[in-house]
């Protein structure tokens, strides 16, 4: 019994040390929604009971190495006893109660965070290897930029076009996959007026890393503004040339074409039109409407040299009208 | 110079090198008969030739040698000692029915393929000092981590195989495992395994993670298939080693050892071999289906239908279902590389504590109950997938009532300690550093397991700071520890004592350092798996201290590479029970003769009856007698 | 019974039932994979066809029961006819597997019925031929006399395998014929 | 297929089944027999006159002969004939789940006689009681 009052006083003062380190660090950036201050609060809990039970084991351990070594010349053998059953049977139903507990209070938290709100906006966001699309049924258009309501109930729903990805913006704490074949959903309610980053946190392949997007949350009435000049180039959109540009972007071709000259994953589109493209079989060919067309739809047939085969999908023929692809052609054609 | 070629192992290699020409051969020339063009087709070819490969090693090394005779109907006596006429040193590179030769096997080639993984570890390492790329392209980065991941995953696997081959069979004081052939096999399909594995990196790489999540791993470069084969082909070691090791605890020890009187790290490598055995098979299904699927084109994982399966009104295909398939057996497999980690700390403690070990029976079934329940938990790794809550909420109620045997074991060592006369030599100091890192690993798992907090977590660096911290935790410092403890025994040699401590300060505040810094970066939003971070995130000057760490790491680990090899050589002749251990592998010669006991065993007494004058644990008793 | 043989014996057993553990395992996976991506429906396949093999296969069970009986009767000539009988029979049912199921109207590249349909036949398919190599094996030694009434292992765990191919069939012939809603 | 053309053959099926297999069934019955019960090197019925020992223990010493030569006899028909019903029930358990589900019994249904099936073949055919028997073979 004498070690039982200096093991307990620095058990209590190792946790709050413990608890007062992890509150002083920061960890987190600054939450950004309704969600987050849930997810928040929990964390807070979690650390506490990381605080208590990190001191209860180490200063054990510690005080035991300390206490009990070997003393030079002492020879004997140490304590003999076998356990306690009583001592097993409480720390068996003691942690078990704190789970159960745990698992209690991730329950409510779950159904709190995931609840669906009645006013709720949707916003589909699409992704594809390495681009992020945010389609705003409600007002018929689609930005690369997320623009979020300040305190507006948000339902994304997430749809990936390839394979895997994940929506995180971290000062919205909560993430959920985007997987094809299916529609996911997460619920957010922006409440901090900022800007973020969106982030894919499931690994995509090879430009993973930079698969982000810029979130911005602005009040209602920035937020009505913003939509009303969408809706403005929405309209202004309607030549083959501007819908081109709108499927650049929609469909993903932005991943892999850049329009600037540089070399991403596929060729460059600037100053593509009408030039010569040296193709991996050796011969040249003019980058005409027939050659750009087919690239779309066969993309393996006439592979340019210094390009990989099999990265481009297969299936544009399928995804895209001819209308689409016309449209996609004649916005090459601008690009010199 | 003959006697090189002799060896199994070159035999082995030359073996796989003609396999897999043969097996590329063949698809070619298949092509060529069905009239294919182009003739050379990258994804079969290697897919065949490295399945060939393995085959042809297997057969090379001499593993299947004994299996043919027996089709044909020769007798295959077991065979002891170095090969006819080679010198001693060769049966550690050839083929070898002895427990203890394939135990020695295990860690070495388990250690070395540790030092590939670690030294992969290092050039990511560099390359996240800063932000920006600036010694890799992505996809070499992408490559790096996966095979990382992988690489590891067999390190572990073969270490957990060398320490429980070795020691099980003489903790139970049984002459060999129950099938030695198998086991040889097991050991041996690792070496091309691991082999396709380091091939897989360098025919394009890949860049899945070791998750091979589908539909990504559908697209990736050929390094792709290559691994998938050799994450399959590691999978076959693990089934017939869980096998094996349970039929040898189950009818080969001394009718006096009771289930309860056995040492506690032959209850933790039952565990461990339940897991192997059962949840194995699952990830080899879900290998095999991504290779079908990516040479075949069957759409278990794709969601898009061709117009045929669209005509029969065919179901489309969830990438989902790989998850699921993949993670009944990635989740056991965690218990698999730290059950006997934590079977080691049990062991261990008692010894360097000089009393009995805390609360044996419940230490015991804590093991079962962490396999039973590792069974259950699967999709926490799914928690942001899709799934509804109602399908989310009992796996995270499962996987949280983990902690409650994983506790156990923590207060029972504590317990263990309590009242002891502790001395610290290398293998306690590693034992004590496998607890606090453990802990670490522990403490940090609840967060992740509430979904409401994993919704932030998953897929963010913390869960790289929390399984790190579980497998060092529970698997390198105990493994440790079990290097410097049982290296007497196998060598007859003393270690170096006071490398061996430079060792462990070395590592262990290094550990702490890195993956404090990891789970520090990760809730500051930094993901998994990316070449490139932000430098807005704030996190670059953690990530400089964890590549130092990482370093510091490599090199402690390198200081005790360097001691065993020295040590081994030509350190002083260690006495045969220098811990006055009672375990019965203690109780005879160092090194172990061939046939390890001279005489069967009786147990006589508890096992962990330290302190208790007068009693012992086994007994030498000629045949008959005792019991 | 020579002792040595008896404690072999003893491993083989528990050894080889381990591994039939392990294997359902995986068989079980398929299945939960069948039912995860088919649901409750199957896609239109040959109703006879699937009797047919599936008695045909329950046929050569019963063979190969016969054969490890009469070895233990110390009837020879029926224990090596039957084994042949049961690698005929298992032989007939990949036939009927492979051209009639393989050979029809789903191939493996079409959506999730092709994939398990090929994925759970192909399993399966793997798995009985290795257990005719097994007999084939074990009926070349039978030949030459090695096994004797008493100690036989290896005919009793080529027959034990052959019956486990059989059990996995119990299985697999209603999840892909009987079960769920035939979708035209 | 129709269901009611699937009903009508199931029917026809039954029907033939029990009328002409019960009559092919009485035809073979020698045959049938030696499928059931073996190879036919069963002892033959000896005609010849049996001397029986009237010297007390030497009668004891040839009833007991008697008794085992008939209990191997026994044995081994029983041995035989076990595997032969195995096949019988397990033939009429695939036809009942077969018709059963065209009556439109549940999956969970099909399931429970998949296991009864599989129990029958676990059990008879591949002696799973021998993993826990001591080694003792047959």
């Keep these: 019994m004498k070690h039982f009052l200096p093991v307990t006083a620095l058990v209590v003062i190792s946790t709050f040390l413990v608890a007062a380190g992890i509150d002083s660090l920061h960890l987190m950036p600054q939450n950004a929604s309704v969600q987050g201050e849930t997810v928040d609060w929990l964390f807070g809990l979690h650390f506490k009971l990381i605080a208590f039970l990190f001191s209860l084991v180490i200063v054990i351990m510690v005080y035991a190495v300390v206490v009990f070594r070997r003393r030079a010349g002492d020879d004997g053998e140490g304590m003999h006893f076998h356990g306690s059953g009583t001592l097993e049977f409480i720390w068996t139903v003691v942690p078990a109660i704190i789970v159960v507990f745990f698992g209690y209070i991730g329950t409510t938290t779950l159904i709190t965070v995931t609840a669906a709100q009645p006013d709720e906006v949707a916003i589909e966001a699409v992704s594809r290897q390495w681009v992020w699309n945010f389609n705003y049924p409600d007002d018929g258009f689609s930005s690369e930029e997320l623009y979020l309501p300040v305190g507006q109930p948000i339902?994304?729903?997430?749809?990936?076009?390839?394979?895997?990805?994940?929506?995180?913006?971290?000062?919205?704490?909560?993430?959920?996959?985007?997987?094809?074949?299916?529609?996911?959903?997460?619920?957010?309610?922006?409440?901090?007026?900022?800007?973020?980053?969106?982030?894919?946190?499931?690994?995509?392949?090879?430009?993973?890393?930079?698969?982000?997007?810029?979130?911005?949350?602005?009040?209602?009435?920035?937020?009505?503004?913003?939509?009303?000049?969408?809706?403005?180039?929405?309209?202004?959109?309607?030549?083959?040339?501007?819908?081109?540009?709108?499927?650049?972007?929609?469909?993903?071709?932005?991943?892999?074409?850049?329009?600037?000259?540089?070399?991403?994953?596929?060729?460059?589109?600037?100053?593509?039109?009408?030039?010569?493209?040296?193709?991996?079989?050796?011969?040249?060919?003019?980058?005409?409407?027939?050659?750009?067309?087919?690239?779309?739809?066969?993309?393996?047939?006439?592979?340019?040299?210094?390009?990989?085969?099999?990265?481009?999908?297969?299936?544009?023929?399928?995804?895209?009208?001819?209308?689409?692809i016309n449209n996609i052609i004649a916005y090459i054609k601008t690009l010199k | 110079?003959?006697?090189?070629?002799?060896?199994?192992?070159?035999?082995?290699?030359?073996?796989?090198?003609?396999?897999?020409?043969?097996?590329?051969?063949?698809?070619?020339?298949?092509?060529?008969?069905?009239?294919?063009?182009?003739?050379?087709?990258?994804?079969?070819?290697?897919?065949?030739?490295?399945?060939?490969?393995?085959?042809?090693?297997?057969?090379?090394?001499?593993?299947?040698?004994?299996?043919?005779?027996?089709?044909?109907?020769?007798?295959?006596?077991?065979?002891?000692?170095?090969?006819?006429?080679?010198?001693?040193?060769?049966?550690?590179?050839?083929?070898?029915?002895?427990?203890k030769v394939i135990g020695v096997q295990y860690t070495v080639w388990g250690i070395m393929v540790l030092l590939v993984g670690g030294f992969l570890a290092t050039l990511f390492r560099v390359e996240?000092?800063?932000?920006?790329?600036?010694?890799?392209?992505?996809?070499?980065?992408?490559?790096?981590?996966?095979?990382?991941?992988?690489?590891?995953?067999?390190?572990?696997?073969?270490?957990?195989?060398?320490?429980?081959?070795?020691?099980?069979?003489?903790?139970?004081?049984?002459?060999?495992?129950?099938?030695?052939?198998?086991?040889?096999?097991?050991?041996?399909?690792?070496?091309?395994?691991?082999?396709?594995?380091?091939?897989?990196?360098?025919?394009?790489?890949?860049?899945?993670?070791?998750?091979?999540?589908?539909?990504?791993?559908?697209?990736?470069?050929?390094?792709?298939?290559?691994?998938?084969?050799?994450?399959?082909?590691?999978?076959?070691?693990?089934?017939?080693?869980?096998?094996n090791l349970l039929v040898t605890v189950f009818t080969m020890r001394p009718p006096s050892m009771n289930l309860f009187r056995m040492p506690i790290f032959v209850w933790a490598a039952v565990g461990t071999s339940v897991l192997q055995l059962l949840a194995t098979q699952l990830v080899g299904l879900a290998m095999l289906m991504l290779i079908v699927e990516r040479s075949l084109h069957m759409g278990f994982f794709t969601p898009v239908l061709n117009e045929a399966a669209i005509a029969l009104n065919s179901p489309p295909g969830d990438p989902v279902l790989f998850q699921h398939l993949f993670w009944f057996y990635s989740h056991p497999a965690v218990y698999v590389f730290v059950l006997p980690g934590l079977g080691i700390i049990s062991e261990l403690l008692p010894v360097f504590a000089r009393k009995p070990l805390f609360g044996y029976k419940w230490i015991a079934l804590s093991s079962i109950g962490i396999a039973f329940l590792g069974f259950l938990v699967w999709a926490h790794h799914m928690f942001t997938s899709g799934m509804s809550n109602y399908l989310r909420l009992p796996f995270m109620y499962a996987t949280l009532i983990i902690a409650v045997p994983t506790g156990v074991k923590f207060f029972s060592w504590l317990g263990t300690l309590w009242g002891g006369k502790l001395t610290y030599p290398t293998p306690m100091l590693f034992v004590l550093g496998a607890i606090s890192v453990f802990l670490l690993g522990g403490l940090t798992g609840p967060p992740a397991a509430t979904i409401t907090t994993d919704l932030y977590l998953h897929d963010s660096y913390w869960v790289v700071g929390h399984f790190h911290q579980t497998f060092f935790g529970g698997f390198m410092f105990p493994f440790f520890a079990a290097m410097y403890y049982w290296f007497p025994k196998v060598t007859g040699r003393k270690y170096n004592e006071a490398l061996g401590k430079l060792h462990f300060w070395l590592m262990l505040p290094s550990f702490w350092v890195m993956s404090l810094g990891q789970i520090w970066a990760g809730l500051l939003g930094m993901r998994r798996r990316i070449a490139d971070y932000d430098p807005a995130l704030g996190v670059q000057n953690i990530q400089v201290w964890i590549t130092i760490a990482a370093f510091v790491i490599a090199l402690s680990i390198l200081i005790g590479l360097y001691n065993f090899i020295v040590s081994a050589r030509s350190a002083e002749v260690a006495e045969s029970n220098p811990w006055r251990s009672r375990s019965p592998e203690w109780q005879i010669p160092s090194p172990i003769p061939e046939h390890s006991f001279a005489m069967p065993l009786a147990v006589v007494g508890e096992p962990y009856d330290y302190g208790l004058p007068g009693s012992v644990y086994v007994r030498m008793a000629p045949a008959g007698a005792g019991d | 019974m020579h002792g040595e043989y008896r404690v072999a014996l003893r491993n083989n057993r528990l050894g080889l039932w381990l591994f039939f553990l392990s294997e359902s395992f995986l068989f079980m996976g398929i299945l939960v994979s069948r039912f995860y991506l088919w649901g409750n429906t199957r896609p239109e396949l040959n109703q006879l066809n699937g009797l047919l093999v599936t008695t045909v296969l329950?046929?050569?069970?019963?063979?190969?029961?016969?054969?490890?009986?009469?070895?233990?009767?110390?009837?020879?000539?029926?224990?090596?006819?039957?084994?042949?009988?049961?690698?005929?029979?298992?032989?007939?049912?990949?036939?009927?597997?492979?051209?009639?199921?393989?050979?029809?109207?789903?191939?493996?590249?079409?959506?999730?019925?092709?994939?398990?349909?090929?994925?759970?036949?192909?399993?399966?398919?793997?798995?009985?031929?290795?257990?005719?190599?097994?007999?084939?094996?074990?009926?070349?030694?039978?030949?030459?006399?090695?096994?004797?009434?008493?100690?036989?292992?290896?005919?009793?765990?080529?027959?034990?395998?052959?019956?486990?191919?059989?059990?996995?069939?119990?299985?697999?012939?209603?999840?892909?014929?009987?079960?769920?809603?035939?979708?035209? | 297929m129709t269901t009611s053309t699937m009903y009508a053959l199931a029917a026809a099926a039954v029907l033939i089944l029990t009328a002409g297999g019960g009559v092919g069934l009485a035809v073979l019955f020698r045959l049938t027999n030696q499928l059931v019960v073996g190879d036919g090197r069963l002892p033959r019925v000896v005609l010849e006159r049996v001397v029986v020992p009237t010297e007390p223990m030497a009668l004891l010493r040839w009833r007991r002969e008697q008794d085992e030569e008939r209990m191997a006899v026994a044995r081994r028909v029983a041995a035989y004939r076990s595997g032969a019903t195995v096949l019988v029930v397990l033939a009429a358990l695939t036809v009942f789940e077969y018709v059963m589900n065209l009556v439109g019994i549940s999956v969970f249904g099909l399931f429970v006689i998949a296991l009864v099936k599989a129990a029958i073949i676990v059990h008879y055919f591949m002696h799973v009681a021998t993993v826990f028997a001591a080694g003792d073979g047959h």
Aim: proline residues 5%.
């Design chain 1, 155 to 324: 339902r994304f729903d997430l749809k990936a076009m390839d394979v895997l990805h994940a929506f995180w913006v971290p000062e919205f704490r909560v993430k959920a996959d985007a997987v094809p074949g299916r529609t996911n959903v997460l619920r957010i309610t922006p409440n901090r007026i900022g800007e973020y980053k969106l982030v894919c946190a499931e690994l995509c392949g090879t430009r993973h890393a930079y698969m982000m997007a810029p979130v911005k949350v602005v009040s209602r009435e920035a937020y009505s503004a913003w939509v009303a000049q969408k809706v403005a180039e929405e309209a202004a959109k309607n030549t083959p040339e501007a819908r081109g540009a709108a499927l650049y972007i929609s469909q993903g071709c932005k991943g892999c074409h850049s329009l600037d000259g540089s070399k991403i994953v596929g060729p460059t589109w600037k100053g593509l039109y009408g030039s010569p493209q040296e193709l991996t079989d050796g011969t040249t060919v003019i980058a005409d409407d027939e050659y750009l067309y087919n690239s779309i739809v066969k993309p393996n047939l006439q592979v340019v040299a210094g390009y990989p085969a099999n990265v481009m999908p297969q299936n544009y023929g399928e995804l895209l009208t001819d209308d689409n």
């Design chain 2, 1 to 99: 110079m003959r006697t090189f070629f002799k060896l199994g192992f070159v035999r082995g290699l030359l073996g796989q090198v003609l396999g897999t020409l043969f097996g590329m051969g063949l698809v070619t020339g298949t092509r060529a008969a069905l009239g294919y063009d182009p003739l050379w087709a990258a994804e079969p070819a290697w897919v065949i030739g490295g399945l060939l490969g393995t085959l042809g090693f297997m057969i090379g090394v001499g593993a299947l040698t004994d299996w043919a005779k027996w089709a044909i109907g020769v007798e295959t006596p077991m065979h002891h000692g170095a090969p006819a006429g080679q010198p001693e040193w060769t049966r550690y590179f050839a083929v070898d029915l002895s427990h």
């Design chain 2, 128 to 243: 996240l000092l800063q932000p920006g790329m600036q010694y890799f392209t992505t996809d070499r980065y992408n490559t790096l981590i996966s095979a990382h991941g992988i690489i590891m995953i067999s390190a572990i696997l073969l270490g957990v195989g060398g320490m429980i081959n070795y020691l099980v069979p003489l903790m139970i004081g049984a002459s060999d495992m129950a099938f030695p052939r198998l086991n040889a096999f097991g050991f041996w399909i690792n070496v091309p395994a691991s082999l396709l594995l380091i091939t897989a990196m360098f025919v394009g790489g890949w860049d899945t993670g070791w998750t091979a999540y589908p539909p990504n791993s559908l697209r990736t470069a050929l390094g792709g298939p290559l691994f998938f084969l050799g994450f399959y082909t590691i999978g076959i070691s693990s089934i017939v080693g869980g096998l």
């Design chain 3, 58 to 184: 329950l046929l050569s069970s019963f063979t190969m029961n016969r054969a490890e009986t009469a070895l233990v009767q110390n009837d020879r000539k029926t224990f090596l006819n039957c084994l042949l009988l049961t690698v005929a029979l298992g032989t007939l049912f990949l036939a009927g597997v492979v051209v009639f199921e393989w050979g029809g109207h789903i191939r493996p590249s079409d959506g999730a019925y092709g994939a398990v349909l090929f994925g759970m036949t192909g399993m399966h398919a793997l798995h009985v031929v290795s257990g005719i190599v097994f007999i084939l094996i074990v009926w070349n030694n039978g030949r030459r006399g090695l096994y004797s009434s008493e100690q036989h292992w290896g005919v009793e765990a080529c027959a034990i395998w052959w019956h486990y191919v059989d059990l996995v069939w119990v299985f697999f012939y209603p999840a892909l014929y009987l079960m769920g809603q035939a979708v035209h």
